[in-house]
């Protein structure tokens, strides 16, 4: 059986070569989203202060939300693109950049191969995921999840 | 074994050349068995040429190759789709382990089924080679209070944590050492492997496991066709008959090609690794020089090659 499932993703040919040490899958963005500049165009008047979007209402922010907010990590000048909190701006498919910034020690084992999920060969080249393909970025903790069926009890089987 | 001394049986012709005492043993007693049925036929010859098989070390490149065949032709018959069985040598300089972070775990039992899709294990009779123990967070790792059975609506459940156990690959395995007839054994690459063939159904291992990693095929076993896995090897996850002893062997038929165990893929929150022990930029090294890891029930001096550790 081959290993790679597409759903996975493949080795991301990014342009950027830091990039290339990290082969991600691509980022998981929510139909129809992508790319931001489809609606905020770049002469757009922005309000930096800290508000209720009316648009993304299905986002809910549970992520530090009392000292955070959108513009902390999408850029408003350059909407498809995210940025450091030093403004550096960074593309969608290098995230774990910008998530590192706080979980440093996750970024160090994410690189490592120890936290997260990596997929492909053990030997050779394996697909790793974007945080974000994991965590939503917006509200990071992970959901429940229903467990596959119990064995089947000794007294059970006949 | 051949130093017992038992009264040799009639055999009804002097052997063929080249047959040992114990063949001959075995073919007298077959022919004897055959003779008082059905004389002749191709099924009989099919019959006994895997009553005479030898052990899996001991056979030469032609005759693996013999059997291997037989074996492809059987079971492409039986399931009627192309079925591969490969005798894929371990490689050089490889040596297997595991990691497995508790702290990530939620228990949803994906590693379970994905398993069995992957191992070809049979489905009713059910065989699961994981079973994921539900233990109290605040008492910890304490087996004889484990619940494979819980069933909740979502998991992780409140103040519960997740251990799945299967096969720990143990450098010092018992299992292997109470086989007695040889048919389990550890491989250069540290995957202790089975030859269903040459196993008798004793279940001396299964009583020797301190883990509970073995599985006896009761009944046999069944798979639907259409959910077999065809890529097969001989001493991983081709269709077992029934009266052997199976086990997981970290998807061997996989990780000799450089794939991940499929467990390893199908966990939804990564906390599962493995990799080479003997490669010192592998993440499995990394975890053990990094993480707290711990060996379960370390005092029988198993030497498991299965790590647990704390991520988080």
Known sequence: ?158 | MSDLTVTPLPVPEPPAEGFTRREALILGLFALAGAATTSGCSSDQKAMDEFVQKHFKDLSPEELKTVLARMEKNLTKKYGKPVTVSATPAMEGVLFGYALDLSRCIGCRRCVYGCVDENNQSRDPQTHYITVLEMDKEKGVDLQDANAYYDHETVPAEGKFYMPVSCQQCENSPCSKVCPVGATWKEPDGIVVIDYNWCIGCRSCIAACPYGARRFNWGEPNIPADELNPVTEYLGNRPRPRGVVEKCTWCLHRVRKGLYPKCVEVCPVGARKFGNLLDPDSEIRYIIENKRVFILKEELNTQPKFFYYYGL
């Not at chain 1, 508000?51 to 907010?69: A, M, Q, S, T």
């Not at chain 1, 394996?126 to 119990?150: A, D, I, N, V």
Request: aromatic fraction near 6%; proline fraction near 11%.
């Open chain 1, 1 to 158: 059986m081959t290993g790679a499932k597409p759903a996975v993703g493949t080795v991301a040919a990014s342009a950027k070569p830091a990039a290339a040490l990290f082969p991600v899958a691509p980022p998981p963005f929510s139909d129809g989203v992508f790319p931001c500049s489809e609606c905020h165009k770049p002469g757009d008047k922005v309000d930096r202060v800290p508000h209720k979007v009316e648009f993304h209402e299905d986002i809910v922010l549970h992520h530090d939300e009392k000292n955070r907010w959108c513009l902390d990590c999408h850029d408003a000048a350059h909407r498809d693109s995210l940025h450091l909190a030093d403004g550096r701006l960074i593309p969608f498919t290098e995230s774990y950049r910008l998530c590192g910034q706080c979980h440093g020690p996750t970024l160090r084992n994410w690189k490592a191969g120890e936290h997260g999920k990596r997929t492909g060969s053990w030997s050779g080249a394996k697909q790793y995921l974007l945080c974000p393909s994991c965590h939503s970025p917006h509200s990071p903790h992970f959901k429940p999840l229903k467990p596959k069926s119990p064995p089947l009890r000794q007294e059970a089987i006949k």
